[in-house]
């Protein structure tokens, strides 16, 4: 395929990246040091709001919560394109020693979001002092409660995809993988998950102490837990091999069943008997069959303790899958952005995270790429959820470049249907 952005626009994309790296930075950081949790995100939303407003954008404030939508708006007669990033923080405590580690006592960014919306800053700041030669116009999505899984719907709800509707929405993640780096796939990117609860009684003819139940529930959970082929890695040789093996993309990887069961954490006699189990897998199928076997493991189980279960759906979440057209069109943009070695094809999904960016995804075409941010050489891995997550902000450039890149070369194409 051939490229259609111009050189003379993605060096000036290039460089304008490069030049307001020092400002991005400060954002992030300023970001980082004021975490706020899903549905608090009030103070993060100001600042935000602030500095888009500054690089000349409409913004609207309160979209479906704390949620943003920043227009930047060259002819309402040309299609739009939409870049979403997440805003919201974790209840995890920092162990970092840097100078800008979070001011709040609990509460840190250890998933990227920081940097995420330092990025989508970045962006504005570029295709705003580009708008007289930009093809189209651009929405930006800020966007709320990720980590609770209810930001998008509500932002979806409260108008984030219409006037205009835009003709397809972008994303990135960073991810333990060297910065500098951008990973994609034109399929599946995270998989959905369901949720149960289910709960154990004894028998008609039986009775025994409820703490007995908790004992039982706890040997089902662990039963439900060794059905795993897959484990998260926890150190970063685990992670590195790890993502190669994405690479290659074997069939029982891309064939993945995650299975969680766990006994409530904050009090696990609170509900004697009672056991959360989650499922991630590559697709609703193997979804189903992973609940067969859970079944099975639970109905050996009960027949073994003279007990019983129920187990109740208590909610399920979507796969985010790319739109192959929309990657496959714009990677050699991307490839002439960052330069075709720092370009990693995945062939399987990371199985152990979800992303509601789906809920975009599904209702206009989109895409979603993995963003290099780890320098293990100075202790900077950017594993995701951890206390000492923290990332190589070198990966601002490149994910500001890159999203800069593929919404500018995505007016350029025609999407169908994926």
Known sequence: MRIRLSPHHLESIQSLAVSQFEEIRKIRRELHRHPELSGYETWTAEYLSKKLIAAGLVVRNHVGGHGILADLVVDPGKPTMALRVDMDALPIQETNRVPYRSKIEGIMHACGHDVHSAIGVGVANILSSLRDDLPGNIRFIFQPEEEEITGALRMIHDGALTNPEPAAVLGLHVAPIPAGQVAWTDGLFLSGFDHYL??????????????????????????????????????????????????????????FI?????????????????FGVGVKAASPSLRKTAFGKIRATLNKICRMTHTQYEITKMGSMIDMRNHAGLVQSTLPALESALGKQHITQ????????????????????????????????????????????????????????????LLWEAFNINLQPS
């Open 198 to 255: 289910v709960s154990l009684s004894p028998r008609k003819d039986q009775s025994f102490h409820l703490g007995h139940l908790s004992t039982i529930a706890s040997r089902c959970c662990h039963a439900i837990q060794s059905l795993n082929r897959w484990k998260l890695p926890e150190t970063w040789d685990q992670m590195e091999a790890f993502w190669r093996l994405m690479q290659t993309g074997p069939e029982e990887l891309k064939n």
């Open 346 to 405: 995945l062939n399987a999904a990371f199985p152990f995270n979800c992303e509601d960016f789906a809920f975009f995804a599904k209702r206009i075409p989109g895409a979603m790429y993995w963003l290099g941010a780890a320098d293990p050489s100075q202790g900077k891995y950017a594993l995701l959820h951890t206390p000492d997550f923290d990332v190589d902000e070198h990966c601002l450039v490149t994910g500001t470049v890159a999203m800069a890149t």
């Open 258 to 274: 995650v299975y969680d069961a766990s006994l409530d954490e904050e009090d696990p006699d609170a509900w004697p008997g009672q």
